[in-house]
DNA sequence: GTGAAAGCGCTAACAG
DNA sequence: CTGTTAGCGCTTTCAC
């Protein structure tokens, strides 16, 4: 471990193996034209010198910046966090560093991040939840800029995407309490600018109408995603001269807000009212009662989108549509039979 | 908006506005030898070319990255969430990108990836609630490598950090809970490898202390800054023959694990048992009771802790030190006086 | 197999 | 004020 204070560069690693620079380089590259003797040689020099390559100076020249840009809403819910959690695991494999932007849901902030990151500041992006992809996905294909949506339902056009099977997780949810004996069923929607919100509330629609349960315009409450509407829904529900006896939020954290709600009115869960999510992020098995969930797989769909990225990265002529993770109905603590009146 | 596929030059501007390549290096670094009339031409030129500078090939000949390093140990709970937030803030301020870097609480990663960092990839290193820092902090001292520690208590060596009173808070949520008049006060531990997690313990301790009231051992649990722990250690403390009336969680989410057990034991927040957390997210304020908490600063932290780093890189001679950010005790409905027995 | 040479796009002296 | 000239550290030809 010897520790020169200054930069150490192929050429000092070149001179320390006695070979020329050009072969330090091939070395570094896992370029197969070198004599495993003169490899191993160069690899112990480079380990008695303490070399790292610089990563400017092979972008500058190779090409590749070894950067990956990550554009997500905001950092607050687990849920973001597991799935940067899939993506940085897959990532690391491959030594790619991940560029973080954080676009607090400003429009124009993600159109303007994405303009600039496509321009050769990293390699290729990744686009967690994005509000208003329209606005350049089409330059992005044009360019042939390698890129994956997370979490969000195609415009239409069908570009590289990973999502859940949002609609089918809100119709077995829904399903899940009919056949509990549920009549009456609050939903409280997400941010219907999303299409996961659509599809989730679409399949909480199918539910209904496959078990010919009428739909009750009072039992749907338009949330955001933030946990005060799970609180403000569920104590509108709850004011309705035939309240709920179970309520389908389309996210965890409105799940919660839901919960606290039922105890503000000073009823239980499950025993008065059951309540149901959306996610099943890392809170979800803490709180108590547990939270009966439909599972994403957030993880995984980090690290598939990853992977999908470094597919199109290596050959971007390949098509790549939407890819569905499927969604699996968690059933915990927090929902049960409604009382038989 | 011009959108030539190729990448577009200092070379290329230089031509269409009729200078030398080095006057428009000169105007994108803002360097005041140019005619204000030549500027503006190039300008111009810039626009209608749709130039960006690549960042590679600024790095390798000037020196800096424009990148700075984040080290954080998770993503999971909005706290470091929040701490980010403001470094984001800063950093944009000054056009400055986050690499980000999750280690999972792993001390090896962090060592590896401090390691490789201040080899050159970033301007300077931040560094969240850093594990071992002893490891690296002497390497990066003597390299004179720019870094800013936050949320962690001196190694005894005096280095740039941010962080919190939290003795202050830990005593200021003591003696307010005694001033309420409760006396048997159960305290659940942070992980107590982190500076930050012993200092809390020490403020209840000495508010014990003031208030002549003995202290119990049974009375306090040693956590790891989980949920379950605050669960498990609220549930251990009820089962006491003389449980105590309030308990105090070293953070945010161990007491709403807090809450949970006392809920689990049919007991009520606050009516039985009061419940204090400390840290303040996002969280706190939208749960039912809501909950009283010591809060820190965390964007300000994060903001203060971006700010040191820049002044560091800017004058890396300057000695700078530990600055604490005071805490403030926030009341909402989770706390009251015990009741009479 | 390996060495030598030519840049990648830009900054930073150095001359005018 | 502006043009010119060297590199920054590395990848890639292209020879040998």
Redo the contacts between chains.
Sequence with gaps: MT?K?L?ITIKDVAAEAGVSFGTVSRVINNDIHVKPETRERVLKAMERLGF?A????R??AGGK?H?IG?LVP?????Y??EI??GI?AELTLQGL??????T?RTASKEAAYVA?LA???VDGLLLVLPRNPADYIGVLTQ?KFPFVLIDHQGTGKDCPAVGATNWQGGYDATEYLIKLGHRRIGFITGWMDLGCAQDRLAGYRAALRTYHIPEDPDLIYEGTFF??DG?TGAMKFLDLPDPPTAIFASNDVMA??VM??V??RGLRVPEDVSVLGFDDI??AS???PALTTVQQPLENMGRVAAQMLLDLIDQPERKVGRIELSTKLVIRESCQPPRSR
Tied chains: 1, 2.
């Design positions: 520790d204070n930069k790292v610089n990563r400017q100076a972008s500058l910046t950067f990550l905001d950092l607050g819910t687990g973001i966090g940067i959690r940085d560093d991940l560029v973080l932007y954080t607090h600039n321009k050769g500041m360019r946990q005060p609180y919660m807000g606290d709600a105890r503000m890392p809170q803490l709180v108590r």
